[in-house]
């Protein structure tokens, strides 16, 4: 028997004892060695030269890659290849960026239907998706820095890369153990400035991000345990069971709520792991705050107060898988400013990102959902800012409570609803039949009274110089005077 048969039995003795899948698994170990691996960069290398930076964040994270998917990381590395040469060849072209966005959604695609089963599978298609956006958004960036200044809005110009990136920078970007296989998003430019320590100079010790660290991972093993113990008495099998449909109306739908609750606890424990490791590398330097206090949260993917205290669905998106939100918002809402309509720009954007996370129809009605529910708030912003009653009742301060109360009801009641589809695909109907398709009663039909009503409560008023509305990650589409 190899070393790689009694690795694989142990892995898997030890995922059976503890009632885990052994990619599952797998996935856990590779982020955990995430903190040794940003520890030696932290006391061994941060005055190395990038060179030297790029080489071994390229080894151990293409090895940890290597660890999780065998061979299949070939995949990841001839991407990398690839763009590489559309860069050299293409340089900052608008046919550089084509081929790109092409080959690289094209690719994935391919390969979420050679991987894709009934179920979410931890297969080379996982981390692909990641690296899918960051090279296509290194790319846009490159596009970006060969524009005037003063083409470029306040991202672009501090994202723009005037120097074509080596490839051994774009591995390293890459395979950053701390972000390769589920996030967080970050730019070039990002990385080109942490490896060059350009941090460890602003921040005046580099050696400051270890305490910031260790609190997003102590809290990441907070919310992996609570999911833990939580999926213990409410998982994805009480959803679907027999005995579930035997429950009353009220009694699914608290399920249902719980249920999502609890699901989402297992994405944010990932990401808070996560994020500790490229925290504790010196990655997320983000400046000083008014106090003068150095910030560590460049690469945060999620906001937990604001997650926990959600009363509306806008406050979710803002404070859940951040960064892909706001790369979505970036290379692909505010790039279609030239289509002269923003709610049309906000639905390509959420196809895409339906299309980014797989091809199973769940997906694309879990971001339909989404565009509904956010239309819906847009509408009820719209109703409490533009009429002078309903404006006084809601900013009441004695009714603040009920207004949390009635707020977070409102979130728990259709949370499950609309993650229903993303999580079982395409026996999500069932689950939809179970709570009598309430989402699509309430926010579709919404979207049929609402121009009735929205005339006869909101007041017409002149057209102000600069309008704008919020979209998916709450960011801003400015719209020009007309």
């Not at 698994?25 to 960069?41: M, T, V």
């Not at 690296?131 to 501090?158: E, F, V």
């Not at 400046?287 to 107060?305: E, I």
Request: proline share 4%.
């Amino acid at each position: 028997m190899d070393s790689t048969s009694i690795q694989n039995g142990i892995l898997f003795s030890i995922a059976q004892a503890i009632g885990a899948p052994e990619q599952a698994l797998r996935l856990l170990i590779s982020i955990l060695i995430g903190y040794p691996i940003a520890l030696f960069n932290c006391f061994y290398l941060r005055h190395k030269s990038a060179i030297v930076k790029h080489v071994f964040f390229t080894i151990t994270g293409f090895s940890i890659g290597f660890f999780n998917f065998g061979w299949d990381i070939g995949h990841s590395f001839g991407c990398v290849l690839v763009q590489y040469l559309l860069i050299k060849i293409l340089s900052g072209t608008k046919i550089c960026v084509a081929l790109s966005f092409t080959f690289h959604m094209t690719y994935l695609l391919l390969g979420y239907y050679q991987t894709g089963t009934d179920t979410y599978d931890i297969k080379w298609s996982m981390p692909h998706c990641v690296l899918t956006l960051r090279l296509i958004g290194l790319c846009l960036d490159y596009y970006d820095g060969r524009k005037k200044p003063d083409q470029l809005n306040a991202h672009q110009k501090k994202m723009a890369l005037v120097q074509t990136p080596t490839f051994l920078e774009m591995c390293g970007h890459v395979y950053f153990p701390g972000g390769f296989l589920v996030g967080p998003q970050f730019s070039m430019k990002r990385y080109i400035d942490f490896a060059n320590n350009v941090y460890d100079k602003e921040s005046g010790d580099i050696m400051q991000c270890i305490r910031p660290g260790l609190i997003r991972a102590a809290l990441g093993f907070f919310y992996l345990a609570l999911y833990q113990v939580a999926s213990n008495f409410i998982s994805d099998s009480v959803i679907t069971s027999e005995s579930f449909y035997e429950h009353t109306f009220i009694i699914r739908v608290i399920l249902v709520g719980l249920w999502a609750k609890i699901s989402l606890y297992k994405y944010i424990s990932c990401w808070l792991l996560t994020e500790g490791v490229c925290t504790m590398s010196g990655l997320t330097y983000n400046g000083k705050d008014d106090k003068g206090k150095h910030l560590w949260n460049g690469c945060a993917n999620v906001k937990l107060r604001v997650f926990e205290n959600a009363t509306r669905f806008g406050h979710l998106i803002q404070s859940f898988n951040i960064n892909t939100n706001a790369w979505v918002a970036e290379y692909i809402y505010k790039r279609l400013r030239f289509l002269g309509n923003r709610s049309l720009s906000q639905a390509i954007a959420l196809f895409f990102l339906a299309a980014w996370h797989g091809l199973h129809f769940g997906y694309y009605v879990c971001f339909f959902m989404e565009l509904i529910v956010m239309l819906f708030e847009k509408d009820m912003e719209l109703l409490v800012a533009k009429n002078p009653a309903i404006h006084r009742v809601f900013n009441n301060p004695t009714l603040a409570p009920v207004r949390w109360v009635v707020g977070k009801l409102y979130v728990f009641c259709f949370m499950g609803y609309c993650l229903a589809p993303f999580t079982f695909f395409s026996d999500f109907w069932s689950i939809y039949g179970s709570l009598y398709y309430m989402g699509f009663v309430f926010f579709l039909g919404w979207r049929f009274v609402a121009p009735l009503i929205l005339p006869r409560l909101v007041p017409r008023s002149p057209r102000s110089e600069v309008t704008s509305e919020p979209i998916v990650d709450g960011s801003e589409h400015p719209k020009k005077k007309q």
